[in-house]
């Protein structure tokens, strides 16, 4: 079947319009002419891959990777990088508007990574016949690998010596030890931070450095007594925030993300920082006074939290989204209570549809 593509939807998918109902297509871009083969048809859209390609893009390059179209876990190799870029922007701006019921005047800047390939500092892997791989995407079809493109060197180089085994996960830390129990992290402090090795960190080393940046740029223009840090982890944002001599509220329910964070406030000697345990999935409760609330929740959002912001009036807000979906759910129950006042975007995933992006709201006067 042949189809004419126009737009571009979150989750990398090239769109185009069959009989009055949108169809998703992978591995193509807009303004290209495919050949497709439909996988799935529902009430109000279709799904279909690219079969050949009969117009290409001038965006189009070939991928890198030799498993690109059987691991699943890249889907924007075919484009070249200040295209990713761009699609990024446009798909924000789409998704804010068609489940944020939110438009933006103005297209938010967007960081670029300067790593394209080789920037991920950990990598959960499949497992078979003592082979690293993956499962091809919605599949159990497992594709063993000799390298990944966007996996840091030393990962490659450790899976290549390494038969796989039964912790599939294999990271490096910044000061290239890698699956060694104990982690670190390298913030430009005067130490690290330190982490197990299974806590959740951000996998591009040089986009965390710079939404730190900004954070603190945004955080230096308010008067603040209070800050309340939700999903802090191990104090990627908390520590170096109370080494300025900020007092903090840091809330977290993995045990071992808390265990980590008190050991980097007692190594730093911090005595601004109170370590709350919260699920933050469910209806909690938090007492006190906050003049700025800092949240950075994983990509199922933050539906709690912003459900509970609707009963506080907390003047600012800078919430840190991997999903732009949930993000835009989010912002939509506070649009009424909430004014956004800046959006930026960080290239975190290269290769990859995700994006990163830090919105900074202020509490509506009246």
Not at 117 to 127: H, T
Request: charged share 30%; hydrophobic share 35%.
């Amino acid at each position: 079947m042949r189809l004419k593509l126009e737009g571009f939807a979150n989750g990398g998918y090239a769109t185009g319009i069959i009989n009055g109902k949108i169809v998703f297509v992978k591995n193509a871009l807009p303004g290209e002419t495919v050949e497709i083969e439909l996988v799935q048809e529902k009430k109000s859209f279709m799904k279909a891959v690219t079969t050949k390609i009969l117009e290409p893009s001038e965006y189009r390059v070939e991928p890198k990777c030799p498993y690109y179209l059987t691991c699943g876990g890249c889907n924007l190799q075919h484009a070249k990088y200040e295209y990713q870029l761009k699609l990024k922007q446009e798909i924000f701006l789409t998704t804010l508007k068609k489940l944020g019921k939110i438009k933006v005047n103005e297209i938010p800047k967007i960081e670029p990574s300067k790593k394209q390939w080789n920037y991920r500092r950990r990598i959960d892997f499949k497992c078979k016949n003592g082979k690293w791989g993956f499962y091809k995407k919605s599949t159990n079809q497992f594709t063993p690998i000799n390298e990944c493109k966007i996996a840091d060197e030393k990962i490659n180089e450790f899976i290549s010596i390494n038969r796989c085994f039964r912790n599939k996960r294999v990271q490096v830390d910044d000061y290239n030890n890698i699956n060694t129990d104990e982690m670190m992290l390298n913030l430009g402090l005067e130490k690290p931070l330190f982490y197990e090795k299974d806590v959740f960190t951000q996998i591009n080393r040089e986009i965390n450095l710079k939404i730190m940046r900004d954070l603190f740029n945004e955080v230096l223009c308010l008067e603040l007594s209070n800050i309340l840090e939700l999903f802090c982890g191990i104090g990627n944002f908390t520590i170096p925030l109370a080494t300025k001599g900020y007092k903090i509220y840091a809330v977290e329910r993995d045990i071992s993300a808390i265990s980590s964070l008190k050991r980097n406030i007692n190594n730093f000697g911090l005595k601004n920082i109170s370590v709350i345990r919260r699920n933050l999935f469910e209806p909690f409760k938090i007492k006190g006074g906050f003049d700025l609330l800092i949240l950075d929740p994983p990509r199922e959002g933050a539906k709690e939290v912003v459900r509970w912001l609707l009963k506080k009036s907390i003047k600012n807000i800078i919430y840190i989204s991997c999903d732009l979906a949930t993000l835009s759910r989010d912002l939509n129950i506070i649009k009424d209570k909430y004014t956004i006042e800046k959006i930026k975007l960080y290239d975190m995933f290269p290769q990859t549809h995700h994006v990163e992006s830090m919105a900074v709201l202020k509490l509506n006067k009246d």
